[in-house]
DNA sequence: TAGATTGTTAATCGATTAACAATC
DNA sequence: TAGATTGTTAATCGATTAACAATC
């Protein structure tokens, strides 16, 4: 069996969105060439990426909507809520705290930290705590996944708090690319990197057509 | 000439954020193994990468800062205010518009746009415009470049509306995956899926060592 | 059976890396 | 010159895709 990639992951995250918009239109089975165009990709690459999870169809049956959806349920985590932390309650993070998606998909931000005593609350359906307070509190929780959206300066110490206190998984959102190790992933969004992205094809675009 | 793809435009952003760093040490010069180091990637592949834009060093003097700062910026699109519209003002979009970090970067949302009245304001740093001034408003200001931050049923319409605009290229936060077009860029970032992979690997991670 | 789709292998494609000649 | 680093080629690696036997 191989080991799945980022990209590979990112992909039966698709699937699975597929799948259900899919089972709202009342599908009972679907073939992975639906699938492939559902997600913008080839249908060999579904049955591939299946195959690496031994997700099995039938020859000539293709897959049962509901059999596929419980088993990347259970792949994606989607099976239990899943608890995480935040760390800074400022721009960004205020906007995830009260992010409906997150809710929808199962997904439970347990806590908020935060330095700014102004922002503390235990009243409040998610409780804004002090630093001083994350590491008992993800301990306590057993809470293995945490979301940092602190200034860039702050990022690295978050990270290595939250890691002392048993955190495996990291969203970044500081603008500072903070580094992978063995014990803990680690995935970073740079809003303006992803800018700068689009920035560079679109003049690209424009200096290749005229 | 390779065309580049987006992860080397990816890489090209953060060395021009380490570059910024070590010009802040009073760096002159840097060396491929440097930048390597600090955007985690090999000194071979920051050449390669630097090679595809022409960008040269000198044979045993490494590459100069300044010099180097300047012709990724130039690429990148920093020597220039980039304006950008934003539609949604919701969640996220609220917490975009406000986001530091574009102004520090150069880029400016020069509006945004929504239905629900009541956000509506003229007044602001940043107006908020009702959906149908979007159009005849992206063209007066010749603005090229988007964010999607609306629900995801909503999606796909904005997409259409920004493009009849001559909007080239988007960033989309809405939870679907909006497909790129030969006349448009896109971006997806779907904030439940990016935690999603997180929680994979950190699952993965605990049943591999027990 | 005839037709259609999976599961998997082999071929292809592209990106990364190692290595080294050029050269400062 | 001796030593160090670039720029680039060739080798490697890994991911995607095409193709087709298995089979329902």
């Known amino acids: 069996m191989n080991i799945p990639n980022r990209t590979c992951i990112m992909r039966l995250s698709r699937y699975r969105n597929a799948i259900i918009r899919l089972k709202a239109l ?10 492939a165009d559902a997600a913008s990709v080839t249908a060999a690459q579904v049955r ?29 985590g989607k099976d239990q809520i899943q608890e995480i932390v935040l760390v ?40 804004i705590l002090p630093p001083e ?20 300066y702050a990022a690295q110490q978050v990270l290595e708090l939250m ?9 970044n959102f500081a603008p500072i690319c903070l580094r992978e190790s063995a014990d803990c992933v680690i995935n970073n969004i740079n809003l303006v990197t992803e800018l700068e992205n689009i920035i560079y094809f679109v003049k690209a675009g424009e200096s290749a057509q005229g």
Chains 1, 2 share one sequence.
């Open 26 to 35: 009342n599908f009972v089975r679907v073939f992975s060439d639906n699938l």
């Open 88 to 127: 800074g309650v400022g721009n960004i993070g205020k906007a995830l705290l009260h992010y409906p998606g997150f809710e929808k998909s199962g997904i439970r931000i347990a806590a908020g930290f935060d330095v700014d005593p102004t922002k503390y609350s235990t009243h409040e359906s998610i409780p």
């Open 163 to 171: 890691k002392s206190a048993g955190i495996k998984g990291v969203l």
């Open 48 to 76: 591939k990426d299946f195959s690496v999870f031994g997700i099995a169809g039938h020859r000539r049956g293709g897959y049962q909507v509901d059999d596929l959806l419980s088993q990347l349920n259970k792949i994606l």
């Open 133 to 152: 307070k994350m590491h008992d509190y993800i301990l306590a929780k057993n809470i293995k996944i945490g979301i940092i959206a602190v200034p860039d």
